[in-house]
């Protein structure tokens, strides 16, 4: 299986902040990322594809970029919805593995 | 808009089959591949598997689990089924079921359920 690592683990922002997260892939992946968010006792949300394009209907201040093994996603001008658990996961082969997450949480 | 729910008992026994269903509403399951995955406390989702809703309804099982689990489709009822085998207190998660999208972009979970606790215990 094609392990991702997330660091941090946590960050703690405040509203307006721009937050950067990583995500690290154990093999070439090309730009085969997608990112989820999610909040406490609800299922994920897709958020991001091909490490940069937007899923419809998510905000601006998402972004997402990488390829090969390192990818990022960073939110800017933080907002209080955003605070969750944010995920990467591997688009190119079966199981499409998820990372360990990055929870974004208040300073 | 599509929409998914799941369905099934919250607590099972060690040793016993766990079932889930997920209905699916709001769209046909043609030509996608549907769904589960599961979360422990704490970490990132897991995969169990996916049915390719076209043809003979081709399945994809994770490794670790792939002897006991079964996915099965029922497209007249717009439901699709997990069963998954010899359960022990590991298993303990929440379930979700998921519609994932495939292009020459990659496969993502696109749609997803809200997600059912089930707890394996005597």
């Known amino acids: 299986d094609i392990q991702l690592t997330q660091s941090p683990s946590s960050v703690s922002a405040s509203v307006g902040d721009r937050v950067t997260l990583t995500c690290r892939a154990s093999?070439?992946?090309?730009?085969?990322l997608g990112w989820y968010q999610q909040k406490p006792g609800k299922a994920p949300k897709f958020l991001i594809y091909?490490?940069?394009s937007l899923q419809g209907g998510v905000p601006s201040r998402f972004s997402g970029s990488g390829s090969g093994t390192d990818f990022t996603l960073t939110i800017n001008s933080l907002q209080p919805e955003d605070f969750a658990t944010y995920y990467c996961?591997?688009?190119?082969?079966?199981?499409?593995?998820f990372g360990p997450g990055t929870k974004v949480d208040v300073k | 808009q599509v929409q998914l729910q799941e369905s099934g008992p919250g607590l099972v026994k060690p040793s016993e089959t766990l079932s889930l269903t997920c209905t699916v509403s709001?769209?046909?399951?043609?030509?996608?591949?549907w769904s589960w995955i599961r979360q422990f406390p704490g970490k990132g989702p897991e995969w169990i598997g996916y049915?390719?809703?076209?043809?003979?309804?081709?399945?994809n099982y994770s490794p670790s689990l792939k002897s006991r689990v079964t996915i099965s489709l029922d497209t007249s009822k717009n439901q699709f089924s997990l069963k998954l085998s010899s359960v022990t207190a590991a298993d303990t998660a929440v379930y979700y079921c998921?519609?994932?999208?495939?292009?020459?972009?990659?496969?993502?979970?696109?749609?997803w359920g809200q997600g059912t606790t089930v707890t394996v215990s005597s």
């Open positions: 998921a519609r994932l999208d495939c292009t020459n972009q990659g496969c993502y979970l696109n749609v």
């Open positions: 709001g769209g046909s399951m043609d030509s996608y591949y």
């Open positions: 049915i390719h809703a076209r043809g003979r309804g081709s399945t």
């Open positions: 093999q070439d992946i090309s730009t085969w």
């Open positions: 091909a490490a940069s």
């Open positions: 996961q591997q688009a190119t082969r079966f199981p499409f593995t």
